[in-house]
C-alpha cells in the first residue's frame, strides 16, 4: 500500500485553471511573461511610459497563488517569500500588497489604473480587462 501512495504522489499532478493577469480597462498596456514577472518582483515599476505598476498579490495560502509563483515568477512559493524576504531585510524593495479575496481584487483594479492583479480566468468581469493569459499545462 505505502508503493501505490508514493506512485500516486508522484504522478498526480494538481489541475489548475487559466490564469488571468488583470488591470483597469482603461489600461491599455501589452505585457509580456517576462514584464509580467519582473513587476511581480519588483524589478519593474512602471508599465511602459510613465504610468506606475503597483501589483496586487493572491494570498499565500491560496492555489491561484501557488500556481502564478510557480507558471509566471518560476519559483515554488517559499522561494518568493525567501527572495521578498532578503529584499526587505536589504532594503532593496517591499513585496505587493496582498489581497484577502478575488472580490477586494476586482474592486481594487476597478478604481485604479496603476494596479495589475491575477485570478482565475474563469472570475474575470466587466470591472477589470485581461491584460495576459497564462493556459494551464498540458495533462499526461
Not at 60 to 66: D, F, G, L, W
Not at 120 to 132: G, P
Amino acid at each position: 500500500m505505502p508503493l501505490l501512495l508514493l506512485c500516486s504522489a508522484l504522478f498526480f499532478q494538481p489541475a489548475w485553471a487559466e490564469i488571468a493577469v488583470i488591470v483597469h480597462p482603461s489600461n491599455t498596456v501589452t505585457l509580456s511573461p517576462h514584464t509580467i514577472a519582473r513587476i511581480f518582483l519588483g524589478k519593474q515599476k512602471t508599465f511602459s511610459g510613465e504610468m506606475k505598476a503597483i501589483p496586487l498579490d493572491q494570498n499565500i495560502n491560496t492555489q491561484i497563488y501557488t500556481d502564478f509563483s510557480r507558471v509566471v515568477l518560476r519559483r515554488h512559493p517559499q522561494q518568493v517569500k525567501a527572495y521578498w524576504a532578503q529584499q526587505l531585510f536589504t532594503g532593496k524593495g517591499t513585496p505587493p500588497r496582498s489581497v484577502s479575496s478575488v472580490e477586494e481584487l476586482k474592486s481594487l483594479i476597478s478604481q485604479n489604473p496603476s494596479f495589475i492583479g491575477y485570478i482565475d480566468a474563469a472570475l474575470v468581469d466587466d470591472r477589470v480587462r485581461v491584460a495576459y493569459r497564462f493556459d494551464p499545462p498540458p495533462t499526461l
